[in-house]
């Protein structure tokens, strides 16, 4: 689950952005370079839901092979949310200290 979950959150975007960075270089065009960056994101995060379900299902059966409690969805939305949080933490890092951007363009000298 947490493979999975990882690559959602952080292979998913990196492989559709090179993605949309080909096309634009390729087309020219950063409107069709940031539309199928991001319909193909979403069709990947929309593929990746029915392999989290079932590998929460896996790990529910397994709990109850080992006579563990039943803990429902938990784990699951457990390992999704801290997954999620943590690429967003590392992407706020990287946007605002390594990418060189600008968070509020006003304009100073840097």
């Known amino acids: 689950m947490c493979l999975a979950s990882v690559a959602l959150w952080v292979g998913a975007p990196i ?15 950063v409107g069709a370079a940031i539309g199928i960056a991001l319909v193909g994101f979403v069709i990947t995060a929309l593929l990746f839901v029915p ?3 079932w590998l929460g299902r896996r790990h529910a059966e397994a709990r109850a092979a080992g006579g563990l409690d039943d803990l429902g969805r938990a784990a699951l939305e457990g390992v999704v949310v801290v997954s999620a949080a943590i690429a967003a933490v590392a992407f ?17 000298p840097k």
Do not use: C, D
């Open 15 to 29: 492989l559709w952005l090179w993605v949309g960075g080909r096309i634009q270089g390729a087309s020219g065009s």
């Open 92 to 108: 706020a890092i990287w946007f605002l200290f390594l990418a060189g951007a600008e968070p509020v363009p006003l304009g100073l």
């Open 51 to 53: 392999l989290l379900g």
